[in-house]
Each structure stands twice: as C-alpha cells, then as structure tokens.
C-alpha cells in the first residue's frame, strides 16, 4: 500500500489484519484500534495529540511517538525515535521495542512499561522516571539514567539478556515485598558489573544501585579486621523506601583482578562499605569463584542511611588479597653488564608511580629507583602503560627485584617479584679472555667472558709454527664469565704459544709463555 499522511478526527477507525503505510499518523481525538494481527507502518512520527490509540497488533514507527491522549497496548510497538509520553498510557499485555540509535524516554508523564526490549545499540537516555512491570530485555544498547530520572524494576519487573553492551549506567532500583534477591542490570564503561540485593523480610522495601569502575575517593581508611579494598570498583547500594534490611552481593568479572594475587582466597574476602570516615566489613555469608570472576554475598545490613547513596566494594581481611593496579607483566633479564626491568600495567587506579628495591640471599632489600627520582617511572595513564628501567648490580650473584607501586593517598603496594642470576660480561666484544697465571710452567687458568649464551666453546693450543697441539671443547656456557683450566702444559716445550677461544661465531686469542 502506498504511504500517504494520515490524521484522523473525532470518529472511531479500527485496522484490522493487514498493513496500513503512512508517513505521518496524527489522531486528533478519535478512537483508534489495531486489531490482534494488523501492522500500520509509519515511515515518520505519531502524534497521539488526543484521543485513544489501542494497539493490539503491530505498530512500526521509524521516528518520534508523542502520546497526548490515551495510548493502550496489547501488541507490539516498534519505536525507532523517541518515546514522548505526556498523558495515559495502559500497559496491559503489551511489548515496546525500542530499536533504533541514540533514543530518549521524554514526555510529562512517567510510564509503566509491561515488557520493553533495548535494541539498536547505542545510548537511550531515561529523562524522566520510567517503570517497567514485565520483562525488560538487554538486547543491545546502553539505557543511560540518573537518580532524579529513574529505572523502576516493580515487584514484578525482571530483565534478561544485559550484557558489556547493553545494560544501565547510572541507578536502578528494585521494589521488593518478599525475600527473594533481585540482581541489577548495571554498568559502566563496557562493563557489565551487576549486583544483588536479597531483603531478610517481606517488607514493602525499595532498593536502588548503581556501578561505578573507578575507586571510591578513599581506599586507605579501614576499620580492623578489614584490611584494604578494591582500588579498582564500588557500588552505590541504597534503601530508599521500606524498613527491611538486606544482604548485598557484589560481583567482579574478567577483567577486572587479572592475577591470582589480587584475589588468592575469596574466602578471606568481605563485603566493604562506607561509614562516612572508614570502610567497614559487612562480612561474608558465602563466595564463589576465584581470581577471574565471582561473587560474595555480605551478611544482613542493618543500619542503612549512613550517607547518602551507600557506598559498597570489595574488601579483605588479609593482605594476601591485594585488590591493586592491574599488572600485565613483569620482566628482569641481563642486557650487556645492566638489569633491565620492564613491565606492563593493564590498568592504574590512584596511581602516583613505581619504585624498584633489589635484594640478594645475605642482603637487606634496598630502594634502587623511585618514580621521585627517576620520570619514566611517574604513573602514565588509568588505562595501562609500559615502563622499563636498569639496573648495575655490584657484581655477580643472585638478584630478587621487587616492585611496588605508590597511591595518591600515600599507600604503598606491593605489585610483583622476578629473581635473576646476574653475571659480569664484557662490554667491548662478544668474547672476552684473559689467562693467568702467564707465564707458567705446568697449568693455567681462562677466564672467558661471553655477552650471551653459547651451545659449544672450544678451546684450542697452537706454538709458534702455527701447529695445533691442544683441542678440547669445553661445553656450553651462559652469558657471563667463566673459568676453564688448561692443564698438562708441561710436555710442551718452553716458547711462545696462542691460545685460542672459539664458540662459532667469534675467535679470540691471547698470547701464552710456558716457562719450564
């Protein structure tokens, strides 16, 4: 059918099964009815000025719906502008699909959703308090709200699907009149980072929250036994309306402790939350997971309104659970005569910068580099960067670096460890040889330095004819230096020899007396 602009006045129209195209549909104050099966498709706006508009099949609107009037729906509307609800609108056993870009839920009047499906991607921004009272499906798409502008989940009200592309940033809250736990469909920054509430009675009770992948602005102040939380995350957990108090659970996905350090035992972790001067524990009642992914659920909040919003994170009772920077890797390895240290951060939270102490089996760690007094060590960006450094032992031996990383607040976190044998190599060529003692008379000694590692080095006599009188392979040997003894020298006649060291792909030879 082709499409045509369409208003209707004061009379009654009713689309049966079929399809109606318009470009415009405007009703001003008749009553309108789509019957079970009907499509009407408008390539353009509504515009329900006044009137009653009762959808019971399908209505495809590719711009802006404005309900003036009466709006009921038993079907499916498919809305790809913005939702403007100014008046009535009954939700009955309707579905709205919000498909299209970048949307907003607009108008005078809050509405109660029954079903409401996110599609399309992009942000759709709640700017007035919206309900929904059936199923709210995080198909794709970001629905963006504030705590004056509202996502209401009813008692009723549930959610499927919400995923790192679609789900709530800002509040959500949750009407609750039993104990059963409801977890919310929220996120920030492409993470979908959810949390639960489960109500100890079934009080009237609402509860709102909200994510957020920063840390809270004090991560320091604890109260004992707690002793440090996530620099990484927090929540905002709050009892709006109702006087039941409640369990929290917090969940932490992939991505946000990259190491098996930052949570060794989720056993020994704990609900934390804000007092308004200190983090507190909350206990735990229970947690799953490890490392990459899980959750813990605290025991029951019984004093709420602390401060406004309820701040809530991720703590532990002992230290063995760090919760710091994200640390991707950290390396040491020989680099001519130095240490060279490099490492890479996935992420940075409060981060002033990094600090190195070296230590050995007899000696004390000592502080070798500071980001106070060496720049490259200064924090780069919250989003992860790389950083090298190096470092001159004092000789060679056995090193253990350790590496710290220091808060804004002043906290100082230990980070990661890397243990390495260090030898002195020679800086001019890739061999170096030296002999003593020279003269002899019966054995000597080489002491052979290499600037990396050799499969096979041969050690080979010439005398003063040029003829090889000696040939021995000495083995492998790794960078450094190393000590080969030459002994039998004695049943070679007394002269001038050359002592000759060659691992394949380098020679280098010294002058040897025997003197007998």
């Keep these: 059918m082709r499409s045509f602009f369409l208003t209707i006045g004061i009379f009654c129209a009713i689309f ?11 009703n001003n104050g008749a009553s309108v009815k789509t019957t079970s099966g009907a499509i009407v498709y408008v390539s353009g706006s509504v515009n329900n000025a006044s009137g009653i508009y009762d959808n019971t099949g399908t209505t495809t609107i590719t711009g802006n719906l404005t309900n003036g009037g009466t709006l009921r729906d038993s079907g499916t509307i498919n809305l790809a502008g913005d939702w403007i609800n100014n008046n009535i609108f009954t939700r009955y056993i309707g579905l709205v699909v919000m498909n299209g870009a970048a949307q907003n839920f607009s108008g005078l009047q809050t509405t109660t959703f029954n079903n409401l499906t996110i599609q399309g991607g992009n942000t759709k921004t709640v700017n007035i308090a919206e309900i929904v009272d059936g199923v709210m499906d995080f198909t794709s798409g970001i629905v963006s709200t504030t705590q004056t502008h509202l996502l ?19 509040p959500a809250a949750k009407d609750f009149n039993s104990t059963t736990e409801f977890q919310y469909p929220i996120g920030k920054a492409g993470r979908f980072n959810t949390a639960g509430v489960k109500p100890n009675s079934a009080t009237a009770t609402t509860f709102r929250a909200e994510y957020f992948n920063t840390p809270y602005v004090n991560t320091v102040t604890v109260i004992a036994p707690l002793k440090n939380v996530s620099k990484f995350q927090y929540w905002n957990v709050d009892r709006t309306a109702g006087t039941s108090n409640a369990q929290v659970r917090l969940y932490w996905i992939s991505g946000d402790y990259a190491l098996p350090s930052y949570i060794a035992n989720v056993n020994y972790l704990e609900v934390a939350r804000w007092t308004g001067a200190a983090w507190t524990g909350e206990g735990n009642a ?62 940075e939270i409060q981060n002033l ?35 090298a450094t190096l470092d001159d032992p004092p000789g060679d031996g056995l090193y253990t670096y350790e590496l710290y990383q220091r808060d804004h607040n002043g906290s100082r976190w230990h980070v990661a460890s890397q243990t390495l044998l260090f030898r002195q190599i020679p800086e001019s060529s890739p061999i170096a040889l030296d002999i003593y003692p020279n003269p002899v008379t019966d054995h000597t000694q080489l002491r052979v330095g290499l600037q990396q ?14 003829r090889k009188v000696f040939d021995a392979n000495a083995g492998s040997m790794s960078i450094g230096y190393h000590t080969y003894t030459l002994n039998g020298l004695d049943r070679f ?20 007396i025997i003197n007998r």
């Design 493 to 512: 006649p007394t002269g001038r020899y050359t002592v000759v060291v060659n691992t394949g792909d380098h020679r280098m030879t010294k002058a040897l």
């Design 16 to 26: 049966y099964g079929g399809l109606l195209r318009a470009q415009i549909l405007t």
């Design 453 to 466: 590692d050799v499969a096979s080095v041969q050690v080979e006599l010439y005398d003063a004819a040029g």
């Design 152 to 170: 209401t989940f009813t008692i009723n009200g549930s959610w499927i699907n919400g995923s790192s592309t679609s789900y709530v940033d800002g």
């Design 353 to 387: 910068g990094f600090e190195i102490e070296r230590r050995t089996e007899t000696t004390e760690p000592a502080l070798i580099q500071s980001w106070q007094t060496d720049t490259s060590l200064v924090a780069k960006s919250r989003y992860g960067a790389s950083y």
């Design 286 to 347: 229970g947690a799953t997971g490890n490392y990459v992914a899980g959750n813990i659920i605290s025991n029951v909040v019984t004093t709420w309104g602390l401060v406004p919003n309820e701040h809530f994170t991720l703590g532990s009772d002992t230290l063995i659970n760090s919760l710091p920077v994200e640390l991707d890797h950290f390396a040491a390895h020989q680099q001519g005569t130095h240490v060279r240290l490099d490492w890479l951060t996935r992420s």
